[in-house]
């Protein structure tokens, strides 16, 4: 989830069923209100400790995580003690009475997590120098099955390289890597909208591929 330290306007984010454990990409996030990661693998709820800098985080969706534990009561309330702007956790509406209760039964996170050799479940033995390396690559490998779906779904397909000159030959790999999760990123997101929300973004999409079009017939 690297790219998401690209992302600081992004509002919604849907990470589920991913294998993912470190939410640190994720405090840049200023605008970010709704965040689903239902099924990861975040073993610790000090990983809270990135979220409390969004200011405008209201819907968060954390069940089925290791760090939930043996306690729903405590989880929750350790939660809501934490991020006390919430208005929803795990689907389930939050009240006054459970934020004044979180003040007492929640423990207060002030640190973040201390980090293990194994980074998000990627490599078991990977050094912490690999694993940067690898990390762009963190998006594509998580969710390309769910990818696929909602290309599937939507009956869309990724613009081929080569087919407009901004994806030129001289492109360098890694910018290559940013768009593709870029790309993969919004396919995912996607899954989240309506009928009228996909509806813009095919208007959008379609004004925006006139206007690069023009564009490039004017430069020929």
């Known amino acids: 989830i690297s790219i998401c330290r690209d992302l600081p306007n992004i509002e919604v984010i849907t990470f589920s069923v991913n294998g993912i454990s470190d939410l640190e990409p994720l405090h840049q996030c200023q605008n970010l209100s709704e965040l689903y990661l239902r099924r990861n693998n975040i073993r610790s709820l000090d990983e809270l ?3 409390k800098t969004l200011p405008r985080l209201r819907v968060l969706w954390l069940a089925e995580n290791p760090c939930c534990g043996p306690d729903p ?26 934020l004044s209760q979180a003040l007492v039964d929640g423990v207060e996170i002030t640190a973040p997590p201390a980090r293990s050799p194994v980074e998000n ?32 779904e939507l009956d869309m397909k990724l613009v081929p390289r080569g087919k407009y000159s901004s994806f030129s030959t001289q492109e360098t790999d890694c910018s290559c890597k940013k768009r593709n999760n870029v790309l993969n990123a919004i396919l995912l997101l ?4 309506d009928t009228e929300g996909l509806e813009i ?19 020929e």
């Open 121 to 152: 479940g990627w490599c078991s033995t990977a050094s912490s120098a690999a694993r940067a390396t690898t990390e762009p690559q963190s998006l594509l490998s998580c969710s390309l099955e769910d990818t696929n779906k909602t290309q599937d």
């Open 73 to 98: 009561h405590r989880y929750r309330m350790t939660v809501l003690r934490n991020l006390p702007c919430l208005q929803k956790l795990d689907n389930q509406a939050v009240t006054e009475e459970e």
């Open 49 to 51: 400790f990135y979220l």
């Open 201 to 219: 973004i095919q208007q959008t999409a379609v004004r925006s591929l006139q206007a690069l079009q023009k564009k490039e017939l004017q430069e």
């Open 190 to 193: 996607m899954e989240e909208l």
